[in-house]
């Protein structure tokens, strides 16, 4: 990472080895046979997912950031059905000697979808705004960067903290990405802003939880979408969305429809069901610092009692496999630290922390309906079974809507949550739930001086997948089974049902959908 880096890829071999090699025809798979004839000007997608926030300073939601994705470059990206990164709004970057500084060479010459001159004056204040704002996704940012520096209109300077050997990624995610300082309010929240940034496409319409209209950005430096306009529909549930699909009145259907449906329309001869890598875990998160989660044992039970092949097998129906670590399988460093289910052991530690049958433990679980889908109760139900099968614990089902589920954080003790990449790297699924300057953000609130230290070692290795590394991540995994301030349940597989004659549904680790490659023939 100390080199000088000119137009090149950033060739980043981090992740999910084992599934691309399981899934690799997949993940670069069109969905189908090329098209032939003429394509439509229109392609309709449903999905059961939400917009939560249109703004990038505090979205931080899987299908908000694919709507990112689609309106909104960040100065890299991930190159569609890859893990690599490519030049996107920069053409290039240089690096320090000390690995502390980054500098950027910006594209010329693009502007704004209203108007206003992309320069580095835009991407310095972008980076304030997200920082001054401290929405949601702020630890992306603050926890890195001390601050930017605009060094003339197309070169811009990130001052880092610390030498971080993965910035790149960061500088992938959204927070990063530059908007417009004429169209976002500099120091509030802009949730419902359809000001987008420079993407592919613009976003037309927007009707809060029933449509999304985007078209084609003329202005777009790339080549121009397969297809210029693109629908959105937001259905209330599966049932309805599947049904949508059946009867052609969607092209595409994504997140999520439930686990049976993809059995069920495999065998459907008009619809196609496409499968790639996922890097999507299901867990539990504890706030450390709440009763009676304060108590390591209480938390370590908990670990013992969950039940992940009744989850998988119930709940996902096979879609997705039990998890032992928060490291995701297939991704470099994945190493099996949580144990395996025993209800003996989940007792024991039990009554060395005072409960008993007739002094159970009696916990609140959280859980939030629509967000993960129509099987998050499903979800739920198994997990307190699996833990009330002990004899000495009461679990209180408690549910939200995913905004005020999200508002809670820090208020709820014990709570399901799914997470969906932001950088490609192991510390990606570590460092946001267990260092002292993040957890909070998660609502775990856990510290420790050891785990900490871990995180600052593996941060500021220079070999990204070395040995050093290595041994650190394995060292982490295994204190965090030994301190659990989450627990792994599960991890899915990505999933995409469309039309036969759609193409161009490109599916990879990092699992954002590519609307600007999908195609539909007439």
């Known amino acids: 990472m100390k080199r000088k880096v000119l137009f090149v890829l950033l060739a980043m071999a981090l992740v999910l080895a084992l599934a691309l090699s399981a899934c690799g025809k997949q993940s670069s798979s069109t969905g189908g046979a090329a098209p032939s004839g003429k394509f439509a000007s229109t392609i309709v997608i449903g999905t059961t997912d939400k917009v939560t926030d249109l703004d990038p300073a505090n979205a931080y939601d899987f299908h908000t950031w694919e709507i990112f994705h689609n309106t909104m470059d960040t100065l890299l990206h991930y190159k569609p ?110 949730s419902d802003s359809t000001c987008g940034g420079i ?69 459907n001869s008009k619809l196609q069901v496409i499968e790639g890598p996922g890097a999507y875990i299901r867990y539990i998160v504890f706030n450390v610092k709440m009763k009676p989660f304060d108590n390591p ?125 932001d950088y490609m790297d192991p510390d990606d699924y570590t460092y946001p739930f267990a260092a002292s300057d993040a957890s909070d953000d998660i609502g775990s609130n856990y510290a420790s001086p050891k785990m900490d230290a871990f995180f600052a070692k593996e941060q500021a290795a220079t070999d990204l997948r070395g040995a050093q590394r290595q041994q650190v991540f394995a060292d982490i995994q295994q204190l965090w089974a030994q301190d659990v301030p989450t627990v792994p349940l599960s991890q899915g597989k990505l999933l995409v049902v469309a039309q036969k004659n759609v193409s161009g549904i490109v599916l990879d680790p990092v699992m954002a959908n590519h609307y600007f490659l999908f195609q539909k023939t007439k």
Not at 210 to 235: H, R, S
């Open 81 to 190: 059905g890859t893990t690599d990164l490519e030049p996107a709004l920069a053409t290039s970057y240089d690096v320090s000697k000390d690995g502390k500084t980054y500098t950027f060479h910006l594209r010329k010459g693009l502007k704004f979808n209203d108007g206003t001159p992309f320069n580095a004056q835009a991407v310095k204040w972008s980076i304030d705004r997200v920082v001054k704002i401290q929405g949601d996704p702020n630890w992306l940012v603050t926890s890195f960067v001390d601050h930017v520096e605009v060094v003339d209109d197309y070169t811009v300077k990130f001052v880092l903290k610390k030498a971080v050997n993965y910035f790149p990624l960061l500088v992938a995610t959204y927070p990063y990405a530059p908007v417009s300082p004429k169209c976002y309010s500099p120091d509030k929240i802009d």
């Open 297 to 421: 044992k209480v938390r370590q039970a908990i670990a013992y009692a969950v039940d992940r092949q009744t989850i998988v097998d119930k709940v996902y129906q096979g879609t997705h496999e039990p998890l032992y670590t928060m490291v995701p399988i297939g991704m470099w460093s994945h190493k099996d630290t949580f144990p395996k289910r025993d209800i003996n052991k989940a007792k024991q530690l039990l009554q060395e922390a005072g409960y008993s049958a007739d002094n159970p433990l009696k916990i609140d679980l959280w859980w939030t309906p629509t967000h993960y889908g129509d099987t998050e109760s499903d979800m739920a139900s198994v997990v307190k079974e699996a833990l009330e099968e002990t004899g000495m614990i009461k679990v209180n089902l408690q549910s939200a809507e995913w905004a005020t589920y999200t508002d809670q954080f820090g208020s709820m003790g014990m709570f399901l949550l799914g997470w969906y990449p």
């Open 199 to 267: 993407g592919p496409y613009k976003i037309a319409k927007w009707v809060r939880d029933q449509e999304m209209d985007l078209v084609a950005n003329p202005n777009w430096y790339g080549d121009p979408p397969k297809t210029p306009n693109i629908t959105i529909k937001y259905f209330a549930d599966a049932t309805t969305m599947r049904l949508a699909v059946e009867n052609g009145e969607i092209d595409i259907a994504l997140k999520s429809l439930n686990p049976t449906d993809y059995a069920d329309l495999k065998k």
